[in-house]
């Protein structure tokens, strides 16, 4: 469960990095 929890976590996280990185880019 915890192991589930954490690639989840690690996912959104990895996702919204990316966001930030394409807002960053785009200005």
């Known amino acids: 469960m915890a192991t ?3 690639i989840l976590f690690g996912k959104y996280a990895s996702e919204g990095l990316n966001s930030v990185v ?3 880019q785009k200005k």
Request: proline share 0%.
């Open 4 to 6: 589930l929890r954490r």
């Open 22 to 24: 394409e807002e960053m």
